[in-house]
């Protein structure tokens, strides 16, 4: 079975295109979150649930080749799964703030402020001003930088998340 191992990086772009499928759906519940309401409580036990999701990509793997892949397939594995998940949901992402709703960043900045307005926090009207202020400034990201953080933050967290799942699933035992 060793010498037929399928290449850590094939397992993890397998599984990144299903979990690029999965962040496609908890992007779009989430940029609908403040019209459907249902759609934020879909998106927030998205997030909840990668965790789970990833778990189960990287034991499966574990379990496939009988409990022989090292700590560092099983990360790497993982942070090849986020990557090229992060890239199809980008894609997604892109298109939808560059092509369908050309004016989604600036109107979540425009209800950022309305919020913090209207909020009772003392520095409330300060963070309202500093938005406005990089409105006018012309300082809000377009929709490819913000993808790019996007995917940046995907990946540094995903690696992280990887190390814990990696131990985890290499302490339990295979049955």
């Known amino acids: 079975m060793a010498e037929l191992k399928m290449s850590v990086y094939k397992r993890g772009g ?58 560092s397939e099983l990360w ?10 992060g890239l199809i949901a980008g894609l997604a992402a892109v298109v939808f703030m560059r092509w369908i709703q050309p004016d989604y960043i600036i109107s979540q900045a425009n209800a950022a402020i309305k919020i913090w307005e209207e909020s009772e926090l003392p520095q409330g009207q300060e963070m309202a001003d500093v938005l406005r202020k990089a409105i006018e400034q012309k300082m809000i990201p377009s929709s490819i930088e913000l993808v790019i953080e996007m995917l940046w933050l995907q990946v540094f967290s995903g690696s992280l998340l990887s190390i814990v799942l990696s131990l985890i699933i290499r302490a339990i035992k295979i049955k």
């Open 14 to 71: 397998d599984d990144g295109f299903v979990f690029g499928i999965y962040l496609v759906v908890m992007f779009f519940a989430t940029a609908y979150s403040m019209t459907i309401p249902f759609a934020g409580l879909m998106s927030t036990m998205m997030m909840l649930a990668v965790p789970v999701v990833m778990y189960r990509f990287l034991r499966r793997s574990y379990v496939a080749f009988d409990g022989k892949l090292t700590f």
């Open 76 to 85: 790497l594995q993982g942070i090849v799964t986020v990557f090229c998940g």
